[in-house]
């Protein structure tokens, strides 16, 4: 396998940093499984750092819009950040940019979700 998972939680938020690369077989597999786990063990808040993907393909890209829609549909929420240029412009090629909550930095990401958390309790 070409692409290492590092987990870990912040601030309730699990931060999943993918390194190398995220294609079909495998990678892709091991990824997805990962974030069904998550969200099915109720880590409903969960965030992927691109920062060191070196390279992705459609299976990936495909992975990646499955674990929102997932995510979504299980009550929780998934962001990126610190997406490299190459899945940008891939995302941006396709016209699914609009699909995801992308930010600049681990703390952005993870300060969306308490932002989001914070609008809930006080709608309630």
């Known amino acids: 396998m070409q692409l290492t998972i590092n987990a870990r939680e912040t601030r309730g938020v699990v931060i999943l940093e993918l390194v190398g690369r995220v294609v079909a077989g ?3 597999d091991s990824v997805r499984r ?3 786990d998550l969200i099915d063990h109720n880590h409903k808040s969960v965030s992927l750092n691109l920062d060191q ?5 459609s299976t990936g890209i495909g992975m990646l819009v499955e674990g929102v829609i997932y995510s979504v549909k299980q009550g929780g929420r998934l962001n990126l950040y ?3 240029r190459l899945v940008h412009n891939i995302l941006f090629t396709h016209r699914l940019l609009q699909a995801f909550e992308i930010y600049s930095s681990e ?3 993870v300060a969306a979700f308490e932002k989001s958390s914070a609008q809930s ?4």
């Open 121 to 124: 309790a006080t709608q309630a």
């Open 26 to 28: 495998e990678e892709v």
């Open 53 to 57: 993907v070196i390279r992705i393909d």
């Open 107 to 109: 703390e952005e990401a």
């Open 82 to 84: 610190k997406v490299p």
């Open 34 to 36: 990962m974030i069904h």
